[in-house]
């Protein structure tokens, strides 16, 4: 008994430590990672109001120097940035609209640097702006792709940065009508790229090079994702948000923007599968260079007019191009959000390796990407990912039930033994060992497993985790709705008890942050305690006793969808229990087990 005790006490200091380190310590640092990030956005808006970049070619495309790639970084001292439509109305332009998508590709470096998703906003509000992903070089915080040639000898005339691209007039790429970009250099070489893009985010370029020269050529191609300014993230370990890519065997990278600060460049080994990229919580851009050939991958920071400037890029190897002939290279582009349908449809069109691996599925990934397709599936059947919730929380119970049955029935026999157990108590007193022996004759003679009520806790540690995963990483529970004031369940519940639920004006701390639903999960555990046995010992009946009052306020500050599973998960538990309680003769008696806590409460104060 009293190793059965300890067992449940270490697995609820585990969970206390766990969500109180949450709470107390991740919470607080995010708040102040906030406050920080946001004081180097207004330092970094000082520096641009005496220097912004003014980008050569050389600032960004990677140079082939005995078969790596290395980008200096020149800058130019400039004027104070424009706002971003004063930017874009710098240059010519070529409009990019889809169901999905709006924005420009600036003729100038042919880049694709203007891009809106329409399908996501900021906030709720429906009013609010649209998400923008890609902004242009000269705004406050450029983010963009690039694709080009990079020429081995230095000798040859390619397209750059500061390169004006023709396009036939009227061009809109559309899903139906690609752009074709074209450009000559006047000494032989003339080069085309096409642009095309599907119904949601992936980008198609396809760039050719015609030898008009009586020698040969030698080209690498290369794409590049570059993002200036350090952007703001939330700071978590279950969550990677920065520099990402899969490179071949060597596997996935992940590459924080404070570790690439400070290793200034990464590469992984070269490869002939996989991309790179950079990764928001919910915003994603990879280029992906044509599989089955060789490219080197590579993660670079750099200061640019006193800005942070993160890279990701790749080199692939030399294209000959023949005198008279031209060369082609194809590359993909995903630029948009990282629902999971459409990151498997990029990666088996593509066949990007393990391009899956966009989402941050985990060391539990064999739990998590299951749990999400449930519950998708299950969305797709009720219309609610709340409700979806509560069924797979349904699933989950009926799946286990055989075991949670035989753990619930030896709990039921054990509170049965509780008066033997306290005469074994007051028989043996102080003595522990024989205390501990007896107990254990008492278990064998009964038929007892002692460990067996540690059990449905140990089976719901993975499912509670995977579905915090999963509620926390996927967009798709982003901004998604539940019933009443709960709008997304990816967030805490806004309601809060200090507050008379919104009726004092009041911004409370962030420990005294504590909603209904939190509430209803803390009244189910505490109820749910009180069906088990109690310890023996006072100062484990003590523990116990606040562990619903601790976790209430711990998770708090969890995504409501998390807290609406506890406390669903919780009731169906009690209801479980108790009738097992019934049938095997054991007096089901929540309401005395209550009042006899506080009672003691009451005594010991």
Request: aromatic share 12%.
């Amino acid at each position: 008994m009293e190793n059965n005790r300890n067992l449940f006490l270490a697995i609820a200091l585990s969970f206390i430590v766990l969500f109180g380190w949450q709470y107390f310590v991740a919470g607080p640092q995010m708040e102040a990672e906030k406050a920080r990030q946001e004081e180097l956005a207004a330092q970094e808006a000082a520096k641009q109001a005496q220097n912004t970049q003014q980008e050569t070619p050389s600032d960004t495309a990677p140079q082939a120097t005995n078969g790596t790639a290395v980008v200096p970084g020149a800058v130019t001292p400039g004027v104070v940035p424009p706002s971003t439509d004063a930017v874009l109305a710098q240059s010519a332009r070529i409009d990019i609209d889809t169901p999905r998508l709006s924005g420009s590709i600036n003729l100038t470096g042919a880049r694709i640097d203007d891009l809106h998703l329409k399908d996501y906003r900021e906030t709720l509000d429906e009013n609010s702006p649209t998400i923008v992903l890609l902004s242009p070089s000269g705004t406050a915080n450029p983010y963009y792709a690039e694709f080009g040639w990079v020429d081995g000898t230095g000798q040859a005339a390619l397209p750059s940065a500061g390169t004006i691209w023709s396009a036939p007039e009227g061009s809109k790429l559309t899903i139906d009508t690609p752009l074709v970009l074209t450009w000559d250099n006047g000494a032989g070489l003339a080069f085309t790229r096409t642009i095309s893009v599907d119904k949601n985010y992936l980008f198609s370029i396809e760039q050719s090079v015609a030898n008009n020269t009586d020698t040969a050529l030698a080209l690498y191609p290369y794409g590049l994702i570059s993002r200036h300014g350090q952007p703001k993230t939330s700071g978590l370990y279950i969550l990677h948000e920065g520099l990402i890519g899969v490179a071949g065997d060597a596997g996935l990278q992940e590459v924080d923007y404070k570790d690439l600060i400070e290793n200034k460049v990464e590469q992984p080994a070269k490869s002939n599968a996989g991309w790179v990229g950079i990764t928001d919580k919910y915003w994603a851009t990879a280029v992906i260079p044509t599989q089955g050939q060789p490219f080197q991958p590579t993660f670079r920071y750099s200061e640019v007019a006193g800005k942070p400037a993160f890279q990701s890029d790749y080199l692939g190897d030399p294209v000959s191009v023949a005198a008279g002939s031209t060369a082609t290279y194809k590359t993909s582009l995903f630029a948009g959000a990282k629902e999971v349908s459409t990151i498997n449809q990029v990666e088996e069109e593509t066949k990007a390796l393990n391009f899956d691996l966009m989402i941050d599925w985990g060391w539990f990934y064999f739990i998590t990407k299951p749990m999400f397709a449930a519950i998708d599936f299950l969305y797709g059947l009720v219309g609610n990912f709340g409700i979806a919730i509560l069924l797979i929380t349904v699933i989950v119970k009926a799946i286990f039930f055989p075991l949670a049955n035989k753990s619930y029935a030896s709990m039921s026999k054990m509170k049965l033994l509780q008066p033997k157990m306290e005469e074994i108590k007051k028989q043996y007193g102080d003595d522990r060992q024989a205390q501990q022996q007896a107990t254990m004759k008492l278990y064998q003679e009964e038929k007892i497993n002692p460990l067996a009520g540690c059990l449905p806790i140990v089976i719901q540690i993975p499912v509670f985790f995977s579905l915090y995963k999963v509620l926390y990483i996927t967009i798709e529970m982003r901004h998604a709705p539940f019933f009443g004031w709960i709008q997304d369940l990816s967030a805490p519940d806004p309601t809060n008890i200090f507050t008379l639920f919104g009726l004092v004006p009041w911004d409370t701390p962030h420990f005294l942050m504590l909603g209904i639903w939190p509430l209803i999960m803390g009244v189910t555990m505490f109820v749910q305690m009180k069906l088990n046995p109690a310890p023996p010992d006072p100062t484990q009946q003590m523990i116990f006793n606040w562990m619903p009052i601790l976790f209430t306020f711990m998770l708090a500050t969890f995504p409501a969808g998390l807290v609406i599973y506890w406390a669903w998960n919780n009731s169906l538990s009690i209801l479980q229990q108790a009738m097992i309680m019934k049938r095997h003769g054991a007096k089901v008696e929540i309401f005395k087990n209550i009042k006899d806590t506080f009672s003691r409460k009451k005594s010991v104060s």
